[in-house]
């Protein structure tokens, strides 16, 4: 269970920042008051264009970043108080975080398994079910540099799942993956979710959303605009498919800064 | 902890190029620049010995031919003879081919040599002399100069004096003898009290830098060390893990440096005579010089960890490290020249990176106490234990570790 209350989160922006982003402002809310809870057995989607703080609100669920304002506790811990503990059952997938491209999967994974102070015999259960699944087997012992791209982000999920984490928190977990792999991962998600776990993502792929998300939460500039099921946010902005019901919130909501 | 320790290691020795850079190259570098700087200077020494300088004497003295023969100098040298009348252009030519090399020395003998020398009474008569010409900028030029006036003139000058005097005690006036009066071990460390410190200090340092910058800056640059700050780990576990494997791998780095140089240095002596001398340890000194050499690195190591956790990649700590060597370099320098002087006061071994240079000149000089040891080692713990502190702080900053 993730549940998230009034989280804001506000950068200082350094003047070549400031200048960047053409902004007189000194502060960025990258997170405006955001709410929202995640169940277990669901997989929650969070979307929203480039910028808009998916990535701001997963980092502060993964205890990566402390909020400014309000709370965020995961499996009943608060992930500044007791972030060992949410640490211990959260794993966290995202493009800035990579394998050490000098070691092979198969290190990464057992020094991981062990950093999570896991006995070698799991580890290696746990290896040889996750690297069939992914087939990854026969690449194993390659490092992680001469793999694929596909490859290299097989491994990391792979890695980030040693420790049999109860909340699964992927941040765009399929870009820049060709159609396959990113089927591979789709029906990844979804079975961690058939298990009972809970899946939370950030995405700006309308289609992915749809077809995946059992509930979506639409972010638009750091705010969260509205959250349903898919038919519920149709309903509500009277839309045929999910990118009109997100351009009609999109015009709403999006203000020109000028 | 154990874990990041060991990934530190097997990070450094699977791979062969940074096997290479860190044990196999120090090495080969040592002996390829002693080796190289004995062998040249090996070869310019047998190649001035071996050189047969081409000598002009204008007007010899009587018997001069005959002292040549006897002395065997008409061996090391070819010796042209010119005539008191030579003109001008031939002595002009054989200036120039002095000057260029061709030709390595010119003696010139007042007319009349042998007589005026003999004649000579009382004060106020004339004395004959000798003019060699060489070029001061070359060495065989210098060689045969020297030569020249040790063998011909010295010999000449002996037996002219003989003939004047008959007894040649009646120059000496006293005989001076010398007693050396020396501890051995100092004697023997000067030279190396003088180099250790500082190629110690100096060494360990640059040993550690590009380990340590990559380990973490290159680290964070390559979005590995978010991995690792998602593990239900302490940060300072992470740190100690982080900061003694790599300490290891810096001490391991610069034993290869410190033998392979111990080893090589005889191949430069070779050609430079006798210049330092065996220092023996005792098993007391070792272990002090072992406790300082492991504390200063871990200190250095910890140094760098802060430096590099601060930097946003591997480019920009290393432009943060380098006023950090440079630094160093002058710290170790400081002690090359306070050989002799009078001794640093106690407070000066704790000053960081100075200290422990001190230290290992006075283990060199068999001078360091039990306090200075202790003082110069125990600051380096405990400077290391305080940075390991921030360093835990620092990995909990989102700023810092996520450049967010």
């Not at chain 1, 972010?219 to 351009?247: M, Q, R, S, V, Y």
């Not at chain 2, 190649?47 to 023969?69: C, K, R, T």
């Amino acid at each position: 269970m993730i549940e998230i209350k009034n989280l804001t989160k506000v950068y200082k922006l350094s003047k070549k920042k400031m200048a960047e982003l053409k902004t007189k402002e000194t502060m960025k809310r990258a997170a405006d008051n955001i709410s929202l809870t995640a169940r277990p057995g669901e997989i929650y989607g969070l979307l929203g264009p480039n910028g808009a703080g998916k990535t701001t609100t997963l980092r502060c669920v993964a205890t990566l970043l402390k909020p400014t304002e309000g709370e965020v506790s995961v499996c009943g811990y608060d992930t500044v108080k007791q972030s060992d503990k949410v640490r211990e059952s959260i794993c966290f997938l995202t493009n800035e975080i990579k394998l050490d491209p000098h070691f092979s999967p198969k290190y990464l994974f057992n020094f991981f398994g062990r950093l999570h102070g896991i006995d070698e015999a799991t580890i290696e259960a746990r290896r040889k079910e996750l690297f069939e699944y992914f087939e990854i087997t026969d690449f194993e012992n390659k490092k992680i540099e001469e793999l694929s791209t596909g490859m290299k982000q097989k491994a990391s999920i792979a890695v980030s799942l040693v420790h049999d984490p109860k909340v699964v928190i992927f941040d765009e977990p399929t870009n820049g993956l060709d159609i396959i792999t990113a089927r591979n991962v789709t029906d990844l998600l979804l079975k961690l979710r058939n298990e009972g776990k809970l899946v939370i993502i950030s995405t700006h792929i309308m289609s992915e959303a749809q077809k995946l998300c059992d509930r979506i939460g639409i972010i638009i500039d750091g705010k969260k605009i509205t959250e349903g099921t898919l038919p519920e946010i149709l309903e509500e902005t009277k839309a045929a498919d999910l990118e009109d019901a997100f351009f009609n919130l999109y015009r709403v909501h999006h203000k020109e800064e000028k | 902890m154990k874990n990041i320790f060991k990934k530190e290691l097997a990070r450094v020795f699977s791979d062969k190029k940074m096997i290479f850079s860190l044990f196999v190259l120090p090495a080969v570098l040592m002996f390829g620049i002693y080796g190289l700087m004995g062998m040249l200077m090996d070869n310019m020494v047998s190649d001035i010995e071996e050189h047969v300088g081409s000598v002009y004497v204008q007007n010899a003295p009587e018997g001069f031919e005959e002292l040549a023969a006897q002395s065997g100098y008409d061996k090391l040298a070819n010796v042209t003879y010119l005539e008191a009348d030579a003109s001008a252009e031939k002595i002009a030519e054989l200036k120039d081919g002095i000057l260029n090399g061709g030709v390595d020395l010119l003696v010139t003998f007042d007319a009349q040599f042998m007589e005026k020398a003999a004649a000579y009474q009382n004060a106020g008569d004339p004395i004959p002399s000798v003019t060699m010409a060489y070029n001061s900028s070359l060495n065989y030029s210098n060689a045969a100069r020297s030569t020249f006036n040790g063998m011909m003139l010295g010999a000449l000058e002996t037996g002219l004096l003989q003939s004047r005097f008959g007894n040649l005690d009646l120059l000496t006036v006293f005989n001076t003898e010398t007693e050396v009066i020396v501890n051995e071990d100092k004697a023997n460390g000067e030279f190396l009290a003088m180099m250790l410190p500082y190629l110690i200090v100096m060494l360990l340092f640059a040993g550690s830098m590009g380990l340590v910058v990559d380990a973490i800056a290159g680290e964070k640059e390559r979005g590995t060390m978010a991995n690792m700050l998602l593990s239900p780990i302490k940060r300072s576990s992470i740190v100690f893990g982080k900061l003694f494997g790599l300490s290891v791998l810096s001490v391991m780095s610069s034993l290869v440096y410190a033998v392979s140089m111990i080893l090589a240095m005889p191949m430069m002596m070779d050609g430079m005579g006798e210049m330092g001398g065996a220092v023996s340890f005792s098993p007391l000194q070792i272990v002090e010089l072992l406790g300082i050499i492991v504390s200063l690195v871990l200190f250095n190591v910890s140094a760098l960890c802060l430096i590099s956790v601060f930097a946003k990649n591997a480019k920009e700590a290393n432009a943060y490290v380098m006023p950090l060597y440079m630094a160093v370099i002058v710290l170790g320098m400081l002690t090359m020249f306070n050989t002799g002087g009078a001794a640093p006061a106690t407070t000066s071994y704790a000053i960081p990176i100075y200290g422990s240079s001190l230290a290992i000149q006075a283990l060199v000089n068999n001078e360091l106490t039990l306090v200075q040891f202790g003082l110069s080692a125990g600051v380096n713990v405990v400077l290391m234990l305080v940075i390991v502190f921030a360093i835990s702080k620092v990995f909990n900053n989102e700023k810092v570790m996520l450049n967010a």
